[in-house]
């Protein structure tokens, strides 16, 4: 199974199209928050086929109409500041910020734990636990990000847009 993770879109619905368009291949998408308004997340589940996994992050505006999108959408579950999931015979945690990440990854009860937040690309392995930061579709601060985990090849690879 292919799990595609972006985080930190911040409305820049353009890179995110650009974004979307190179995860035709991916099963699941994971979004680690930020995505600002409840348009943008409108976006990713019109653009991403299969199930969308979200957790908030801290510039996630108006929960309401974000929850509407999402039971609107059909494929989007708003998972709340924490995500617990099964995927692909890998248990995965997703939360919006580093050092809450860290912990879970550190905690070993995770395959692959992701996190945003500080908008830097970044891949670190703890025991046998992937923690993975996609960096930042918005490229406001540097380069535009995203990544792709390989739950069969417990591999992850971060790609530039």
Known sequence: MKIA???DTHDN???LAEVLERLKDADVLIFCGDFCAPFTLAQIAEGFSGP???VFGNNDGDPLLLAQVAVKAGNVTLHGFFAYLELGGRKVAVVHYPPLARD???SGRHDLVCHGHDHRANVEQMGHTLLVDP????????RSTYAVYDTEAHTVTLYEV
Not at 135 to 142: A, D, L, N, P
């Open 5 to 7: 993770i972006i985080s």
């Open 13 to 15: 619905i353009w890179k």
């Open 52 to 54: 969308v996994h979200v």
């Open 104 to 106: 879970l990854a550190a």
């Open 135 to 142: 960096g930042e579709v918005m490229g406001r601060f540097g």
